[in-house]
C-alpha cells in the first residue's frame, strides 16, 4: 500500500499575525522594541506584533512634532539673542551647516550655531583608531571656540536649531547622536543597530558625562538605548537632559 503523499497548504491568503519568542544566545542580542521574558526557566526574547511597535514608533514621532514646535516657539527669543550675539564673530554666517547621517544611512543637514574661529587646519592622521580621531577632532574644535563660543556649547544654546531637525523629521528629540560619514565607515557590525533610529537631540551619553564619554562608551551607550528602546526611557533621558545641562559636566 502506498503512503499517501503530504498535503501542501496554501498560505498565501492567511492573513494572521503571531507574536514570536526567541532564546537570547548572548547578551545584547536584542532589537528594537524587544524585551526580554522568563520561560520555564529560559531567558526568552519577546517581539510584540508589528502593530504594537508601530504605534509606540508613531507617538514617538508625534511627541517630536507637537514638543519641538512648542520648544521653538519657547526658545525663540533665545534663540534669536544667540544668533545677533554671534554676528562679531562669524558675521551672518551664524549658522552652521554640516552634513551627518540619519536614520538607516539617510544624509541630512545638521544646524548649529557657529561657535569656532574660522580658519580650521586639520591634524588628524586617518590611519588612527576611530577613538582617536573622534577625540582628535574634539580637542581641535575646542581649542578654536570663541568665548561666546564655549557658553553657548556649556548652556548647549548652539544646538536649539537641531529643534528645527527635529520637527522636519530628520532628528528626534532622543537618540544616538547624528554621526559623521567617517564615524558610520567605522561602525563595527554589532554598533549598526544604532543606525535604525533617527538621531536625537539628547541621548543616553548626553546626559551621562557629554564629552567626558569616550568613543566605545558612547557606542555602547547607543546600542543599549536602541536595542532596549521605549517611551519611557525617553521620557527617562528628557528629565534627566536640564540637569546635566545645568550642571555643565562634559560640556566642551
Same mark, same amino acid.
Given at each position: 500500500?502506498?503512503?499517501?503523499?503530504?498535503?501542501?497548504?496554501?498560505?498565501?491568503?492567511?492573513?494572521?499575525?503571531?507574536?514570536?519568542?526567541?532564546?537570547?544566545?548572548?547578551?545584547?542580542?536584542?532589537?528594537?522594541?524587544?524585551?526580554?521574558?522568563?520561560?520555564?526557566?529560559?531567558?526568552?526574547?519577546?517581539?510584540?506584533?508589528?502593530?504594537?511597535?508601530?504605534?509606540?514608533?508613531? !507617538?514617538?514621532?508625534? $511627541?517630536?512634532?507637537? !514638543?519641538?514646535?512648542?520648544?521653538?516657539?519657547?526658545?525663540?527669543?533665545?534663540?534669536?539673542?544667540?544668533?545677533?550675539?554671534?554676528?562679531?564673530?562669524?558675521?551672518?554666517?551664524?549658522?552652521?551647516?554640516?552634513?551627518?547621517?540619519?536614520?538607516?544611512?539617510?544624509?541630512?543637514?545638521?544646524?548649529?550655531?557657529?561657535?569656532?574661529?574660522?580658519?580650521?587646519?586639520?591634524?588628524?592622521?586617518?590611519?588612527?583608531?576611530?577613538?582617536?580621531?573622534?577625540?582628535?577632532?574634539?580637542?581641535?574644535?575646542?581649542?578654536?571656540?570663541?568665548?561666546?563660543?564655549?557658553?553657548?556649547?556649556?548652556?548647549?544654546?548652539?544646538?536649539?536649531?537641531? $529643534?528645527?531637525? !527635529?520637527?522636519?523629521?530628520?532628528?528626534?528629540?532622543?537618540?544616538?547622536?547624528? $554621526?559623521?560619514?567617517?564615524? !558610520?565607515?567605522?561602525?563595527?557590525?554589532?554598533?549598526?543597530?544604532?543606525?535604525?533610529?533617527?538621531?536625537?537631540?539628547?541621548?543616553?551619553?548626553?546626559?551621562?558625562?557629554?564629552?567626558?564619554?569616550?568613543?566605545?562608551?558612547?557606542?555602547?551607550?547607543?546600542?543599549?538605548?536602541?536595542?532596549?528602546?521605549?517611551?519611557?526611557?525617553?521620557?527617562?533621558?528628557?528629565?534627566?537632559?536640564?540637569?546635566?545641562?545645568?550642571?555643565?559636566?562634559?560640556?566642551?
Amino acid at each position: 500500500m502506498n503512503a499517501r503523499p503530504p498535503r501542501l497548504i496554501d498560505m498565501t491568503n492567511v492573513q494572521h499575525t503571531v507574536a514570536v519568542d526567541t532564546i537570547v544566545r548572548a547578551q545584547g542580542e536584542v532589537g528594537l522594541t524587544s524585551e526580554t521574558v522568563p520561560c520555564l526557566g529560559v531567558a526568552v526574547l519577546g517581539h510584540p506584533l508589528q502593530h504594537q511597535a508601530s504605534f509606540a514608533i508613531g !507617538v514617538k514621532r508625534g $511627541l517630536d512634532v507637537v !514638543v519641538s514646535s512648542v520648544a521653538l516657539l519657547i526658545c525663540s527669543p533665545i534663540l534669536l539673542a544667540a544668533l545677533i550675539a554671534s554676528v562679531p564673530d562669524h558675521g551672518w554666517r551664524v549658522l552652521f551647516l554640516q552634513e551627518r547621517i540619519g536614520r538607516r544611512g539617510r544624509k541630512f543637514i545638521c544646524l548649529k550655531i557657529r561657535t569656532m574661529r574660522p580658519g580650521c587646519t586639520r591634524v588628524i592622521d586617518d590611519d588612527s583608531p576611530i577613538s582617536d580621531i573622534a577625540l582628535a577632532v574634539k580637542s581641535e574644535g575646542t581649542s578654536r571656540t570663541t568665548r561666546l563660543g564655549r557658553f553657548l556649547r556649556r548652556t548647549s544654546i548652539d544646538e536649539l536649531p537641531q $529643534l528645527i531637525n !527635529v520637527f522636519g523629521g530628520s532628528m528626534s528629540l532622543v537618540g544616538p547622536r547624528p $554621526l559623521r560619514s567617517f564615524e !558610520v565607515e567605522a561602525l563595527l557590525p554589532e554598533q549598526q543597530i544604532r543606525m535604525d533610529m533617527r538621531p536625537g537631540l539628547t541621548g543616553s551619553w548626553q546626559v551621562g558625562g557629554r564629552s567626558l564619554v569616550n568613543w566605545d562608551a558612547r557606542m555602547a551607550l547607543d546600542v543599549d538605548y536602541v536595542a532596549t528602546w521605549s517611551l519611557r526611557s525617553d521620557l527617562n533621558i528628557l528629565l534627566a537632559t536640564p540637569p546635566a545641562v545645568i550642571s555643565g559636566c562634559g560640556a566642551e
